[in-house]
């Protein structure tokens, strides 16, 4: 009887070791983000027509911290013949494509994605403005960050600066 509490004392101890070792891995701290005002040097976007729940593709490219950032955003779409519509952003406004406030625009960066914010979402003030803010916040739409994701894809910019971008550090 005293080999099998030792044995169950064992795994017992095991599995807490691999529990530990589980959610220390889980809750391990992210990869610290590098902040840089960043220059919107060029973008390029790949628009999907009479689609249904198809995905637009919008690239940008920026220049920071003497280094090229290239990344890209894929936005569901619903639309019916123009292409430049897109009737799910009623309804979430975190799926518009994010528009440059200017040249220059404070980013945030590491290896895999590149954050950028969003100053285009502001609610309406009257009751169904209102009602309509509480469900977008609701389902969490109301993110004032975008988060692009990190590419080599450089041949599709006109800019000969992103085009000569170094492809190889991004993920």
């Excluded at 030792?6 to 992210?30: T, Y």
């Excluded at 390029?44 to 009479?50: I, P, Q, R, S, V």
């Excluded at 975190?94 to 625009?105: F, L």
């Excluded at 609701?138 to 000569?164: E, H, P, W, Y």
Aim: glycine share 4%; with cysteine; hydrophobic share 40%.
């Amino acid at each position: 009887m005293s080999l099998y509490s030792h044995i169950r004392s064992q795994i017992r101890m095991a599995v807490c070791l691999a529990a530990w070792l589980a959610a220390q891995v889980s809750f391990a701290a992210d990869a610290p983000r590098q902040q840089a005002q960043a220059q919107l040097l060029d973008q390029a976007e790949f628009l999907c027509d009479n689609c249904f729940f198809g995905p637009n593709n919008y690239h940008y490219c920026f220049a920071a911290d003497n280094q090229i950032l290239i990344g890209y955003q894929t936005t569901r779409v619903l639309n019916y013949t123009d292409k430049s519509k897109n009737y799910l952003t009623k309804v979430r406004p975190r799926w518009a494509a994010w528009t440059a406030p200017g040249q220059t625009v404070p980013i945030s960066y590491d290896a895999k994605h590149i954050w950028v914010s969003r100053a285009d979402i502001t609610p309406k003030r009257n009751f169904w403005g209102q009602v309509k803010a509480f469900g977008i916040w609701a389902t969490r739409g109301d993110n004032k960050q975008v988060r692009l994701t990190r590419s080599s894809m450089r041949d599709i910019f006109t800019n000969d600066r992103c085009r000569g971008a170094d492809g190889a550090k991004a993920n």
